[in-house]
């Protein structure tokens, strides 16, 4: 297979949804509202939370990455996880990440407070689609699999970048094993060529997990990923708060990335 073959038509998003939801993500970068990434706290919610968190940071956008907990807010966009966003001053623009495609309410209640939201996912549809300003969907891949098309996107489209490093691939490969998405087509060429970009990983907060979990970085496959290093990852978000997993994955310090692994092992 080849990674050039994963496009937008392959995996069947809808062009006009996206190039709207590029627009919005270009204006709200250009008026420095503030855009919360509103991610799931499995594997899958947090690699695509830190795939657009990182690109949108890239841009110098005013964005910050949230994880609702699973005890007080429940899973993806709620009332209680907007109530919690809204104190941030300007806050114009929500951008979900593996949920948000049956958050009809949620979605409702965020535009009464003159919030736009965006929905990336992959979960099959309701009937009534959510009142969103743009949805990014498809269920032939992993959520991050789908915000990871959006930042490849924003790359092309927004910065007009084209064959650089890709850093994410790796992060789409982890979410959609760890996801169990059927390993065919798409999601059969991104874990493909996403393990070789993680069996090269520079990211310090994945190299201190797999130091912490004994296991070769050359040798990391899906079973590597499936039984040792995602079960890490989905712990916290558990047991305690998936935004840990997510600093472990972003982070650029290498005692926080020590700290933190121990952090997942050990909750694990």
Not at 35 to 51: F, M, W
Not at 113 to 121: C, E, F, P, R, Y
Not at 130 to 156: D, E, R, W
Not at 180 to 202: E, H, I, M, Y
Request: aromatic share 4%; glycine share 6%.
């Amino acid at each position: 297979p080849k990674l050039s073959d994963v496009t937008i038509k392959s995996v069947k998003i809808d062009k006009a949804n996206l190039q709207k939801a590029l627009n919005r993500i270009h204006k709200a970068i250009k008026s420095n509202e503030k855009i919360i990434i509103y991610g799931d706290y499995d594997v899958d919610g947090i690699c695509g939370t830190a795939i657009l968190w990182e690109t949108l940071n890239s841009l110098k956008a005013n964005v910050m990455p949230y994880i609702p907990s699973r005890f007080s807010e429940g899973y993806g966009l709620s009332k209680e996880g907007i109530d919690v966003l809204i104190k941030n001053e300007n806050l114009g623009l929500i951008i979900t990440v593996d949920n948000g495609i049956v958050a009809n309410e949620a979605v409702d209640f965020a535009k009464k407070q003159g919030i736009d939201v965006i929905i990336t996912d992959h979960h099959v549809p309701s009937k009534k689609l959510p009142n969103a300003f743009s949805i990014v969907h498809t269920t032939l891949l992993c959520g991050a699999g789908a915000a990871y098309m959006l930042a490849q996107q924003i790359k092309n489209k927004i910065l007009k970048i084209k064959n650089e490093e890709d850093k994410h691939l790796e992060l789409v490969a982890l979410a959609t094993v760890a996801d169990l998405v059927p390993l065919t087509k798409a999601n059969r060429t991104l874990v493909k060529f996403g393990l070789l970009s993680l069996q090269k990983t520079k990211r310090v907060g994945l190299l201190a997990l797999i130091e912490k979990s004994k296991i070769k970085k050359e040798e990391i496959g899906v079973y590597e990923v499936g039984h040792i290093i995602a079960p890490r990852l989905n712990a916290m978000g558990r047991l305690s708060s998936a935004m840990d997993s997510l600093r472990l994955v972003c982070t650029n310090n290498r005692k926080r990335a020590e700290d933190l692994s121990g952090i997942l092992s050990k909750t694990n």
